[in-house]
Each structure stands twice: as structure tokens, then as C-alpha cells.
């Protein structure tokens, strides 16, 4: 995919499926999409709304700052070379076995797929203590698939997809219970944010889950949505 030509003056961008502040940020040429963008004035109210820069929603808006033209000195008729640092972002999955127990100490490789760095192979890693797994990836990685070594089972991660739990939408919020639910393996039908009785099913699911692994809780939904949302751990 190209990259957007870097705007002289700030730009508002609409968010789609799929973004999340460093992608976009990187194809305007902002590689310290934290500082650069996210922390800027104009995204503010953006960052009261969702919090989180990986999580946005689609029609959400981000402003892009216009780059500031740097000034580097050398000498004439000499070849000089410019690095420029990729932007790099950090992935962070907890991979759990169909009873919900963490696979520990794991062996695995991901293939990475990235809009300008294309594909390329993570190999000779292993999940933690907790089942947990840490990969630095270009911040325009939009899917990584991780295969179990020892199994042979493949997990497929579409990256910048997932959907912040927005309490003032009630069908994003569904949506994005559809998502984390279905990660867990309690969920099985479209991700499309309707109330269906497999979703309603499912949720039930997950809070009966929660109550024995935390000795009860509450039963209303609000609730649950909540403990969702730190279960899942975003």
C-alpha cells in the first residue's frame, strides 16, 4: 500500500475498520505516533472518548499534524545515507487452552503480514509462565498468524480490528463483546453487533465463568461487560 503523502498542514482523518492511531499515523510519515499524534491538542476529546490509542471505532476522528520539515547538513558531491527508525508497536497475547488454563512455556512461530514490510516469519519463541507472548511488530502489521509448534494448531490475529467497548453505543458494544467472547471460544456467530440469543448466550456464558473462578458477582449486564473487558485485558 502506498504511503499518504505527508500533509504541510494538519488533516482530519476518519477511521475505518482495521486503523488504530500508529498505523495511521505512519502512512502521514508520523513514526512516533504516541507523541507526534496521539498526545496532540486537536485529539484531546478523542482520547477522553476511547483511552486507548489501539482501540478506535470506525467514524471516529484522529488528527494528523502536519510535519515539520527537518534540516540535516552534509557535504556536496559525498553520498550521505539517512536511516529512517521503523515505527514498531508491541503485540501482547495470552494464548489459553479450550479449559481456559494458559499454554506455558509454549513453542511457536508467527508469520507476519505488513503493508510495507510484506511477510516475514517470527521463529524460535515460546509463551511465559502465564501463557503470555510478546512481539514487537511494524506498526502497519495488519495480520499475524501464530502456529502452535508441538500441535500444529494456527491462530489467526487480525490486527487493528478489535472494537473498544463503548458504553454510550449499544451495537459497538455488542460488537465488541462479540469479539472478546468469541476469542475466548464462547462465541460462535457473526460479529455484526446484533443482540441474538447466541450472543445473550454467551455473555451468560462468560459470567457464570467468571463467578466460579472469582467466588460470584454481580448479575447485571454492565457488570459483566466490565469484568469482560478486564478479563480480556482491553
Known amino acids: 500500500m502506498p504511503r499518504t503523502p505527508p500533509p504541510t498542514k494538519g488533516v482530519n482523518v476518519k477511521i475505518k475498520a482495521g486503523d488504530w492511531v500508529g498505523n495511521v499515523a505512519a502512512k502521514y510519515g508520523h513514526l512516533n505516533w504516541n507523541a507526534s499524534v496521539w498526545a496532540a491538542e486537536e485529539n484531546q476529546a478523542l482520547r477522553v472518548k476511547r483511552h486507548d490509542p489501539h482501540l478506535l471505532a470506525p467514524n471516529d476522528q484522529l488528527f494528523i499534524p502536519g510535519l515539520k520539515p527537518r534540516d540535516e547538513s552534509g557535504a556536496t558531491e559525498v553520498l550521505h545515507v539517512f536511516r529512517l527508525r521503523a515505527g514498531r508497536a508491541m503485540l501482547r497475547v495470552r494464548v489459553l487452552n479450550s479449559t481456559g488454563q494458559p499454554l506455558v512455556r509454549v513453542d511457536y512461530e508467527m508469520q507476519v503480514e505488513a503493508n510495507q514490510g510484506g511477510r516475514f516469519t517470527q521463529s524460535n519463541t515460546t509463551t511465559d509462565e502465564e501463557g503470555v507472548l510478546e512481539e514487537w511488530l511494524p506498526v502497519d502489521a495488519v495480520k499475524a498468524v501464530m502456529r502452535l509448534k508441538e500441535s500444529g494448531d494456527e491462530i489467526e490475529l487480525n490486527l487493528g480490528h478489535l472494537d473498544p467497548l463503548d458504553r454510550n453505543d449499544e451495537r459497538l458494544t455488542c460488537k465488541a463483546a462479540q469479539q472478546r467472547l468469541q476469542a475466548l471460544g464462547l462465541y ?47
Open 188 to 234: 460462535n456467530g457473526p460479529v455484526d453487533g446484533s443482540q441474538s440469543e447466541t450472543y445473550t448466550g454467551a455473555l451468560a456464558a462468560f459470567r457464570e465463568m467468571w463467578q466460579r473462578q472469582n467466588g460470584g458477582g454481580t448479575e447485571s449486564d454492565a457488570e459483566t461487560l466490565q469484568n469482560l473487558q478486564d478479563y480480556f485485558g482491553c
